[in-house]
């Protein structure tokens, strides 16, 4: 596309200057194109273009003849660099980073599909066939089941590149927003669950029968960084999923490998007030937490 672009002003730069032609002088249609080039030449600097072309022109060129023609090729052309290397690269960086907005009514935490959710997310983005990696999943929600945060990266690798989606759910506003970037690395790609087996696991939770188990709090969160670990913390209760069922993981099985779905209270420790009574600020601490593994890998 920015070939075309290029050559669209190009072949049009061309056309109107012929007609500028004051002085006699021969192969004026090539040193037309020759200053057009010369303007729009680029330096790559630390993957930044850099109009050195024109620089040279301005510093070394002093034509005699059609001078201002010649000119106006040189400025044409470097118009023609800023619009291909500069103007345009951002226009499409914009456009395919852009947020979308998908418009979603959230229930209760309590009979949310995941799976479902992360299917909706696939087809909105036309991401249906990509293989997709998890990572910085969680949930905030209230004890009766209303959905504070809900919020997830999707990460898909594309030759050497990466494409990462940012999902996150607008709780007022009852719509996800999610935004794309491009990065040239993800050093924790290859530790990242696959995002369709992440939440299949992850819908194998009772989270009601979770959260009634903890007691009253605050608020309640779910959370796992998609990444594999190896874990051995032998001084707490947790578990373990294996086809569709919960399992207790006996300190004897550690240490294990695999991914980690972490469940926890958040008990309110303190706050601070304005001067009308408003609470301006509250803080909180994690109490009840739980360790869910799956995809475990147990040593021999």
Known sequence: ???????VILIAS????????????????????????????????NQVSLPLGFILYLLFFRPKLNAHVKRMAAVLGVLSFIIVHWIFPFGINQWENRSIFLEHE????????????YELIKQELSL?????????????????????????????????????????????RSRYQVTKSLTDTWLQYDRLTDADRFFKNLDV?????????????????????????FYGEEDRTDFFVSNGEIQLLDHEQLPVGGYIVSTFAMKKTGEEKDEQGRVIHESFESTESSNYLFDVEFEE
Do not use: C
């Not at 090539?30 to 729009?40: P, Q």
């Open 1 to 7: 596309m920015a070939a075309i672009i290029y050559n």
């Open 14 to 45: 061309f056309l109107f200057l012929l007609r500028k032609k004051a002085d006699t002088e021969a192969y004026f249609p090539l040193k037309i194109i020759g200053y057009f080039f010369l303007g729009s030449f680029a330096f790559n600097l």
């Open 106 to 117: 959230l229930g209760s935490v309590y009979t949310m599909d995941f799976q479902h959710e």
């Open 128 to 172: 249906e066939n990509d293989f997709l990696k998890l990572g910085d999943f969680r949930v905030d929600y209230l004890e009766d089941g209303s959905i504070k945060e809900v919020g997830w990266q999707l990460v898909r690798q594309d030759d050497n590149s990466y494409y990462l989606y940012y999902i996150q759910y607008d709780s007022d």
């Open 205 to 229: 939770l009772d989270i009601k029968e979770l959260t009634k188990t903890n007691g009253s709090f605050s608020f309640y969160a779910i959370q796992s960084s998609g990444e594999r670990v």
